[in-house]
């Protein structure tokens, strides 16, 4: 089954303390992308990746990283969380060549609560 | 730059009624338009794009969207709603030579009453 998983599903953690959501999808897509979704705001790009090894900034990059080392994997590195990247997060993906036409398709989500 | 903007954050609409859910856009370029669904804890999913095709666009569930270049919308709408259709409901557009920036709205809450 075509799909874009995303873990953990659910997170608390303290402020600083450094986490990782990852994120990996089986349709071989080259494009993959992160956003977060706060409610009255929609979903914002956090950062996005074009194929392996080319990532660019989203809207709301600060306080994120992300890597792509391998063409399923899309990981979401918080260095040092704060409060206000408490959120619910998505991982998303589609297929490349005119890719700003293809529709993406999101994982369940990760909600993210830093205390 | 790009923008979108979604008219009413909540809507509530009769199960058989109309749903019309209000989408406006800015585009320096010609947009790739989107509308997603979002049901309670899960991802989202593509009900329909235009990719300056067909401006009237159909897709799954019995929703349709028509592209309006003169009035820069892009509004979604179902003849008769079902109580299943309860959900939030996302336009999202991209620009033709900005290849992965996806801007979304703020998104419209639907609510079905019997």
């Known amino acids: 089954e075509a799909q874009v998983t995303q873990n953990p599903r659910y997170l608390i953690t303290v402020t600083g303390k450094k986490l990782t959501v990852t994120c990996s999808q089986n349709?071989?897509?080259?494009?993959m992308s992160w956003y977060r979704q706060d409610p009255g705001l929609g979903l914002r790009q956090i950062y996005y990746s074009m194929n392996v090894e080319v990532t660019d900034k989203g809207d709301v990059p600060e306080g994120y990283k992300v890597s792509r080392k391998e063409k399923r994997n899309f990981p979401l590195i918080l260095e040092s969380p704060s409060p206000n990247q408490t959120s619910l997060y998505f991982c998303?993906?589609?297929?490349?060549?005119?890719?700003?036409?293809?529709?993406?398709?999101f994982g369940d989500g990760t909600r993210l609560s830093i205390l | 730059a790009q923008s979108v903007t979604q008219l009413g954050s909540h809507v509530s609409v009769s199960e058989g009624a109309l749903v019309l859910l209000r989408c406006n856009y800015s585009?320096?370029?010609?947009?790739?338009l989107f509308w997603y669904v979002q049901y309670p804890n899960q991802g989202l999913q593509l009900l329909l794009k235009?990719?300056?095709?067909?401006?009237l666009v159909k897709g799954i569930n019995g929703f349709e969207a028509e592209f309006k270049k003169s009035e820069t919308s892009f509004h979604l709408t179902k003849p008769s709603a079902h109580m299943s259709d309860a959900a939030e409901y996302f336009c999202a557009v991209t620009e033709s030579d900005s290849w992965g920036k996806l801007q979304f709205g703020a998104g419209t809450q639907v609510v079905v009453t019997p």
């Open positions: 235009y990719t300056s095709a067909a401006t």
């Open positions: 349709m071989n897509h080259e494009y």
């Open positions: 998303a993906s589609s297929s490349g060549g005119t890719a700003s036409n293809q529709p993406q398709h």
């Open positions: 585009s320096s370029v010609p947009p790739y």
